[in-house]
């Protein structure tokens, strides 16, 4: 899936908030998102550009990122070993923000 | 299987008295056999053999057995030992050393078993040394198959087979006629052993399972009902778009009494909860009590909702004006009627799923609620024509009138409900009549043509009786029925009416093309390609079309809506399979159902 086209997992992608900040990350990282995962894949802009534009402020585009790399990293670790919470890392000022930015960002 | 070191893992008590005692597998086991063999000789029937061989030891006694079967054949009626034993040397020779392997496996596993978890398990598998023990334990007193025994009823000599069965009151066996007399049957199997549960790994060693770890949006939810109380925490929710909010706690079912709050408002006027499931009949009543001006209620999945939440309600909530329930089942007849009396303001009341909802529900909401404007009774197990007159009444004021997926689908008859249009059909915006299957062409030609004035929104789904000449000139008639004619309408669904094709697409796009922006016209199955082919062409501001198993649409079909409809945001196309993975796209318009994606 992630080998697509010659497309390398490892390559670095470049999400760019509303206000303009952007935030690199791997394939292998932003494919854990099902919306951007569609971008990528598909004959969009993105996929040229490995751009991707995300209608959220920064600050939410990086706590966003920022759970995409932890479930990157946990996803397939061993059952037993549990990963951290990653409540903790959501301060609640964000968390409405960012509910409706996951709704969109991180179905399936 | 014993180490080589003389390392040793940790052993219960029970295993280290037996091992102080001297008792070991191969001790148990030799005594088992010995016994076994013993019991038969006093019982054993004279034979030459005994009186010359006797020397020959223990291992001949089997044999022996075997001998007295042969002679003795007449008397056994039944099937002897001996077969299976046949039929296993009859084996080939490869089979022979599989079974060996696998004996061999077993015993292994089995002592192994034994090693590590005191011996717990060793009676379910034969191969072990510890069967031994547990054949010493049953049946220890029956004597082998073919030794003659007498009868513990009628005295005479009988030779045991394996059906032989104990004498019921007493000690001794039965003959096969006594066995039979007493009403026992000998060939019923016996109940099987129970066998014990196989342990379960302690350990789960399935290392490829995928985790599944909490979604963001969960996560976010969980953080969001902490911090519920503190609204400084959560900052403030008025510059964000709550109902989107709204839409993603619903899924999931994650929206709870306690961040059910985060909507609540005293002055808030509207209030929308796309799943409140989880909302027990007090949250429902908090739901009131906390956000008392509310004018427009709408809550979907309120299943939990009953008489007394809506006792509450009459009350707490005032000003309400509209009322739209997914689901309201439980709630009973008088509550309903108490809710309408307390609530005459009422415009719009709008429930789907209800069986309770009865006659007299709707004489008293017609009755109190003057003003009515929007009255949906969708999915309503109890609609029938008695209902018509009561809805009559409200000739003239009604806009919005759905009353489709009756409980019985023959409820209504086509003449009732051309009555009914024609008495309230002249305000009527939005008329929902789906699933009303007397429904015919009729209908259209005496119901809505003369008598609708200015519908927009026209729902006729599944209707088989119309057909497709009948809706082409209904269509083609309608603009010239009245005058001012009814405009073209914004919405038609008449999905799964088989029958409609060419013609009725052709007609209606005629009359409605221009103005349309919602088309389904889902099962359309026979529309022919070039009519498809013309929607984009006919219908510029269509939003939203079903063109679901309209078998002849094409990726040129899509083609021309995606081009040629600017504001086209939805097209669906499930079971079309003429549509490849090359169909036309656009950003903002989603197409869904294109079967061949999935293998891209």
């Known amino acids: ?108 | 299987m014993r180490r080589p070191n003389n390392v040793r893992g940790p052993a219960s008590a029970l295993t280290e008295f037996l091992k102080e005692s001297g008792i070991t597998h191969t001790t148990i086991a030799r005594r088992a056999r010995t016994r076994q063999v013993a019991q038969p000789e006093p019982v054993a029937g004279p034979s030459r053999q005994q009186a010359g061989d006797n020397e020959a030891g223990d291992g001949d006694v089997a044999e022996n057995a075997e001998n007295q079967e042969r002679e003795y054949n007449s008397d056994n009626l039944d099937e002897s030992d001996n077969e299976p034993k046949t039929k296993k040397r009859k084996l080939t020779k490869a089979a022979e050393a599989k079974l060996k392997a696998q004996a061999k496996a077993k015993a292994k596993k089995n002592k192994k078993k034994g090693d590590d978890e005191d011996y717990s398990d060793s009676e379910d598998e034969e191969e072990d040394a510890y069967t031994a023990l547990s054949k010493m334990w049953k049946d220890q007193t029956k004597p082998p198959n073919g030794s003659l025994i007498e009868c513990a009823k009628c005295g005479t000599e009988f030779s045991v087979t394996q059906y032989t069965r104990q004498a019921p009151d007493g000690p001794g066996w039965l003959c096969h006629p006594c066995l039979k007399a007493s009403g026992v049957d000998p060939f019923k199997k016996p109940a099987a052993p129970r066998k014990r549960k196989p342990l379960t790994e302690k350990r789960n060693v399935t290392n490829f399972e995928k985790r599944r770890l909490p979604s963001l949006a969960s996560t976010c939810i969980k953080v969001i009902s902490q911090h519920i109380d503190d609204v400084e925490a959560l900052g403030d929710i008025g510059s964000m778009n709550v109902d989107q909010i709204a839409k993603a706690i619903a899924k999931d079912r994650s929206l709870t009494a306690e961040n059910a709050t985060l909507f609540y408002d005293v002055q808030n006027t509207n209030l929308t909860l796309y799943d409140a499931t989880n909302l027990m009949p007090p949250a429902l009543c908090t739901l009131a009590s906390l956000n008392p001006n509310l004018t427009s209620l709408r809550l979907d999945f309120c299943g939990r909702m009953n008489n007394a939440v809506l006792a509450a309600w009459n009350t707490s909530l005032p000003s309400l004006k509209r009322i739209e329930l997914l689901g309201p089942f439980l709630v009973r007849a008088p509550a309903w009627q108490s809710f309408f009396a307390s609530h005459p303001k009422l415009t719009g009341f709008l429930i789907n799923q209800s069986p309770r909802f009865d006659l007299q529900c709707m004489e008293s909401l017609v009755e109190h609620c003057t003003d009515l404007t929007e009255l949906r009774l969708k999915e309503v197990g109890q609609l029938d024509e008695d209902f018509l007159p009561h809805i009559k009444k409200l000739a003239g004021q009604l806009t919005h009138l759905d009353l489709s997926a009756p409980g019985e689908p023959e409820a209504l008859s086509c003449d009732a409900l051309t009555d009914l249009v024609a008495a309230v059909g002249a305000g009527l915006r939005h008329l929902d009549l789906s699933g009303h299957v007397l429904l015919d062409d009729g209908f259209l030609f005496q119901g809505i043509k003369p008598h609708a004035r200015c519908l927009e929104a026209l729902v006729l789904s599944h209707t088989p009786e119309l057909t497709d000449a009948g809706v082409a000139e209904f269509f083609d008639t309608w603009s010239a029925a009245a005058h001012p004619p009814n405009p073209p309408l914004v919405l038609l669904d008449m999905n799964r009416n088989h029958e409609l094709a060419g013609k009725a697409l052709e007609a209606l796009l005629r009359h409605s093309g221009n103005a349309l922006e919602t088309l389904n016209i889902n099962g359309w199955k026979a529309a022919p390609e070039d009519m498809l082919n013309i929607l984009g062409k006919k219908a510029r501001r269509l939003r939203r079309v079903d063109l679901g198993w309209c078998r002849e649409v094409t990726d040129w079909t899509i083609k021309a809506l995606v081009e040629r409809c600017k504001s086209l945001e939805e097209v669906k196309v499930w079971g079309c399979q003429r549509i490849t993975a090359n169909c036309p796209r656009k950003r903002g318009v989603a197409v869904l159902g294109i079967e061949t994606q999935n293998f891209v």
Not at chain 1, 21 to 30: D, G, H, I, T
Not at chain 1, 33 to 49: I, K, P, Q, V, W
Not at chain 1, 83 to 92: C, L, N
């Open chain 1, 1 to 108: 899936m992630l080998q697509m086209n010659g497309k390398s997992p490892e390559d670095w992608i470049r999400l760019i908030s509303t206000d303009g900040y952007s935030y690199l990350v791997q394939r292998k990282v932003a494919v854990m998102s099902g919306t951007l995962r569609n971008m990528l894949n598909n004959d969009f802009a993105e996929a040229a550009s490995n751009t991707c534009p995300i209608n959220e402020r920064g600050i939410i585009v990086e706590k966003l990122c920022e759970y995409l790399q932890y479930k990157h990293t946990y996803e397939n670790a061993l059952p037993r070993q549990d990963g951290p919470d990653f409540t903790e890392r959501i301060p609640p000022e964000i968390a409405l923000e960012l509910l409706v930015a996951a709704d969109y960002y991180d179905s399936k």
